[in-house]
Structures are given as C-alpha cells and as structure tokens.
C-alpha cells in the first residue's frame, strides 16, 4: 500500500531553528520519545526512517511565526523540494500576518506561488498570531482571496494550542465554517483537526466539502480517534488525510499507529494515500 505523508518538518535548513527541534520536553512522549533522527537533526537519518516506515512520498510544511528566528522560511521549503524530490511532492510555505501588514503576507503568497512554486500555505492563526486570531478573522480574507484565485492549498493548524491567552474556544470549527463558505473553492487542510472538537471537526467536513481533516498526532490514540476513524469509515472517506507531524513523533511510529486503526481496506488506501494524492493533482 501507498503512504503520502502530508505534514513533515525535516531537519534541515531553516527548520532548524523551530521551537520542535530545539524544546527539551514533547507533549507526545506518552506515545514514544523524540525520533533519533530529530535528536541528532540527521537528514540521512530521518530518510532511513521514512523508507522503513513505508512513505513514498511526502508534503513540506513550513512554520512561519512572528519571531523569524524560530521560523523556517519559504525559500527553504522550496528548495527542500527541489533537492529531496524523490520524497517530496509539494512545498506549503508559510505566512504570519499581523495587524497593518496584511498587504505583506499577500504579497509573499503571491511570491510562493508563482515564483517558488508552492502549492500551499501554512497559517497558524490561533498560535504564531499577535494578536491571536480565529481562522474567520477578515484581516486574513484578502489572503484568503488570493490563494483561492491562484488554487492554493490553506493548511491550517488548529486545536488545544498552548500560547498565552488561547482558551479552547481558538479551536473551536465553527470560525472555519464560516470561512470556508465565504471561500468554497479553495481546499482547506486542517492539521490536528480542531482537538478536542472531534465530533464538531467531523460535522464541519461533513457540511463544507472543500475542508479536510488531518488528525495526525491527535488520532493516534488521543480520546476522539475512535470518532475520526468511524467518521472516515462512512461520511468522510474521501476528506481524511494522513500526516506524522515528525519531528513530535516518528514517522514509523506514527504510520503504525495508524495502520492499526479499524479502517475498512479500501478507507485505509485512501487515508493513507489517495485522498492526498487527489487534493494534490497527483495521478494516482
């Protein structure tokens, strides 16, 4: 069977200076400690660990935060993808914009697109925000217009969070419900897919069909996978992604996780795969 990771941090570059390769505690350690590979910040490493697990192929998400020493930066994504193609299908940069320099952000969407060739962006409107933003906040819609014009992919994470001043209602779906009908045609990617809002993330995907749900570290076995596994299994096997969010946690490990979960056969080849494959305009 086919793997497509679609939420991977490599250790290199500007990646390097993130918050995930540089904290002394993992909120996931429950489930297994940091992998070897983000421990010692190896790219030969972490591509072993990636052919064991099975991964064919794989999508670059930068984080883009409002301290650009902490952030990954676009011209890094692309050029992972360039160098690592054989892994990597697709880049998403990132934005972070603030109040008064939104015309900033749209200007480096526009520059991810046509001039590093990225076929999406990340935006973390509840964490790397100042102020803290929910996804429907309108200084983020002429963002918005323009990846929808230019067919971009939004991938945004949301759930719990844990920056100062975010209550669980930053991760509530109702936000990207709203916004999602004010912008149907542009694909929406929902990292940690609004946690602990797992049956409310389900009826958001249910009722907006250009939403996706990628649980990835919350539906390895946190309370309400159960519920994303049964919701894939019958409404929404076309619209589950799945992604490792290495480095928090390795990618073999995560793919076991997930193999081990109750999906019907057919369910499992598109969650792990086709679904991906699809959103990216790739022949299956």
């Known amino acids: 069977m086919k793997i497509l990771d679609f939420r991977l941090r490599p250790p290199m570059k500007s990646f390097l200076k993130c918050g995930f390769f540089n904290e002394e505690g993992n909120p996931f350690s429950w489930n297994s400690p940091w992998p070897e590979s983000s421990l010692k910040r190896s790219m030969p490493m972490l591509l072993e660990e990636v052919r064991r697990a099975g991964v064919s192929k794989a999508v670059?998400?930068?984080?883009?935060?409002?301290?650009?020493?902490?952030?990954?930066?676009?011209?890094?994504?692309?050029?992972?993808?360039?160098?690592?193609?054989?892994?990597f299908v697709a880049g998403f940069g990132g934005i972070c914009p603030s109040s008064g320099k939104?015309?900033?952000?749209?200007?480096?969407?526009?520059?991810?697109?046509?001039?590093?060739?990225?076929?999406?962006?990340?935006?973390?409107?509840?964490?790397?925000?100042?102020?803290?933003?929910?996804?429907?906040?309108?200084?983020?819609?002429?963002?918005?217009?323009?990846?929808?014009?230019?067919?971009?992919?939004?991938?945004?994470?949301?759930s719990r969070g844990s920056p100062p001043g975010q209550t669980l209602r930053h991760s509530n779906p109702e936000a990207i419900d709203r916004m999602a009908g004010e912008f149907p045609r542009m694909k929406i990617v929902i990292s940690?897919?609004?946690?602990?809002?797992?049956?409310?993330?389900?009826?958001?995907?249910?009722?907006?069909?250009?939403?996706?749900?990628?649980?990835?570290?919350?539906?390895?076995?946190?309370?309400?996978t159960t519920e994303w596994v049964e919701a894939a299994n019958s409404h929404l096997q076309d619209r589950m992604i799945f992604g490792s969010a290495y480095p928090y946690q390795g990618v073999p490990e995560m793919v076991n996780a997930y193999l081990k979960h109750p999906y019907r056969p057919e369910v499992m080849e598109k969650v792990m795969y086709k679904n991906a494959a699809r959103l990216l305009g790739m022949e299956d």
């Open 60 to 87: 670059v998400w930068g984080r883009t935060t409002l301290d650009p020493e902490r952030s990954s930066t676009n011209d890094d994504v692309a050029a992972i993808v360039r160098e690592h193609s054989d892994l």
């Open 102 to 158: 939104i015309g900033e952000s749209v200007r480096e969407v526009e520059r991810c697109a046509k001039v590093l060739g990225l076929k999406g962006i990340t935006l973390e409107p509840s964490f790397g925000m100042r102020p803290l933003a929910m996804a429907d906040d309108p200084i983020l819609y002429p963002v918005y217009e323009l990846m929808q014009d230019l067919g971009l992919i939004l991938a945004l994470t949301i």
């Open 192 to 224: 940690h897919a609004c946690w602990p809002w797992v049956e409310q993330s389900c009826g958001l995907a249910f009722r907006r069909h250009n939403v996706y749900l990628q649980p990835d570290l919350y539906g390895m076995g946190m309370p309400g």
